[in-house]
């Protein structure tokens, strides 16, 4: 059984996640305590008890410590990951419901479920837009798309927006499985092709979407690029909005966001999520920090290395890399001061024991 800090590094649900992904793939069991330590409500919250129980569910594991609030967990693969249909509710994890982030469980299931030997179809219902996670859209328009590139066959369709703190989101996920993972390398991300973006409100008026869409694309004129920015009105059960946006380059993608909340002008919105993208442009790296660490685990379970350059270089990316070897998949090189990322996978899929 191999023994995880939960505590280590970053000390948040990274820790977890990875774990539980490769526990899954590899059949290795774990055990981890001090899960999420760091943080000010430490121990599995709503997200993180779906994502262990979804993992489970997907190879049989046996559990002990899956309860809310619970900083220990054993993690024990019962069989392969298997294909099939899954439905993972979030707000199913604690009494009066949830709106913890759904990408968080998708992004625990994904990658097995890729290396699985047939096609599953996922859904996923609670959090869809939740701040300090990575939205559906950012999902569906980067993160996604840049697993294609790498071999992971799978889209995404968004069914229903939820919000923090009320949820009510629904997203469904088609893996096609029974892919080869290929390594990645960007250094450069050559021109800026177009940005596009969505700013968007559920249970409100349309004029609000309206103005967060103006204003973005004034802004993002006044720097010189060229927008496209879409202002809808979609299903949701609770008042929310936000503007979204992907900048799409020769060889990469990148999403930024910005959320409303109450008493926060629309036009504030669109502020947040332009100057995120616009610090980033500025960079001229190819590969955003957070898209920087969620590329580590499919690099690590690629067919051959690895390599690419972030804009920044985060804790949640260095504690990601000591995770992914204590399981003796990856040689993960970190060069803090040219901010490139390698990975060096020490054995093929094909030899590794399940």
Known sequence: MIEIDGSYGEGGGQVLRTSLS???ITGQAISIAGIRAKRKRPGLAAQHLTAVRAAAKICHAQLRGDA?????LEFIPGSAVQPGQYTFDVTEAQQGGSA???TLVLQTVLLPLALAAAESQVTLKGGTHVPFSPTMTYIEQVYLPMLRRMGVKATAKLRAWGWYPQGGGEMQIKVNGGGTIKGITLLERGNLHQVRGVAVVTELASHIAQRMANRTENLLRQAGLKPAIEALREKGIAPGAGVFLTAEYKNSLTGFGGFGRLRLPAEK??????RQLLQFHHTGAPVDEHLAD???LPATLASGA??????EISSHLTT???IIERFGLARVTVDEAEKIIAIAPCVSLDNRDA
């Open 68 to 72: 809310l609030g619970s900083m220990k």
């Open 100 to 102: 913890g982030a759904m």
């Open 269 to 274: 919105v669109a502020d947040i999520a332009c």
């Open 306 to 311: 690895s390599q690419y350059r972030a804009s």
């Open 294 to 296: 969620q590329l580590l």
């Open 22 to 24: 490769l526990a899954a």
């Open 320 to 322: 990601n890399a000591a």
